[in-house]
């Protein structure tokens, strides 16, 4: 299976976004964002829309990781077809405790992208967690 120049585009620009997650650059974590997004992140609110309400969003999620983000894609699938695409996977997400110990549980992404100017922006992101219908407890212990 060959991989389309759309895909080899959207992996550089998921592993930009990775490694600004992982150092705490919003500027550069949300430069991969269209200004029109729409995002249903895993805490805080239903939905964010907009790439201002996203941008402080992070602002805020960082505050909760003053010792560094953790992050890794598994499983990352792509789809392209014209200026629109789609990717999805599961992904280790967290931070480090003041002992430096991992603070972590696996998530679900989904992201979709349209090609505007020449880059691949993120339009839709959707970041969740399984949860146990009878408890209504999230699942951060969910492995893959």
């Given at each position: 299976m060959s991989t389309s120049n759309?895909?080899?585009?959207?992996?550089?620009?998921?592993?930009?976004?990775?490694?600004?997650?992982?150092?705490?650059?919003?500027?550069?974590?949300v430069k991969h964002y269209a200004d029109n997004l729409v995002a249903y992140d895993a805490v805080m609110k239903l939905q964010?829309?907009?790439?201002?309400?996203?941008?402080?969003?992070?602002?805020?999620?960082?505050?909760?990781?003053?010792?560094?983000m953790i992050y890794e894609a598994r499983d990352l699938v792509i789809h392209t077809e014209g200026s629109i695409a789609f990717s999805y996977n599961?992904?280790?997400?967290?931070?480090?405790?003041?002992?430096g110990n991992e603070q972590f549980s696996w998530m679900r992404v989904t992201r979709g992208y349209r090609k505007m100017n020449g880059q691949w922006l993120?339009?839709?992101?959707?970041?969740?967690?399984?949860?146990?219908?009878?408890?209504?407890?999230?699942l951060f212990d969910a492995t893959p």
């Open positions: 759309e895909e080899i585009e959207i992996r550089a620009s998921i592993e930009q976004w990775e490694a600004a997650m992982r150092t705490g650059k919003v500027d550069e974590i964010f829309v907009g790439k201002k309400a996203y941008t402080d969003h992070w602002h805020a999620c960082m505050e909760f990781a003053p010792h560094g599961l992904a280790r997400c967290g931070g480090y405790d003041d002992q993120v339009i839709h992101e959707h970041f969740s967690s399984p949860f146990d219908m009878e408890s209504g407890k999230v």
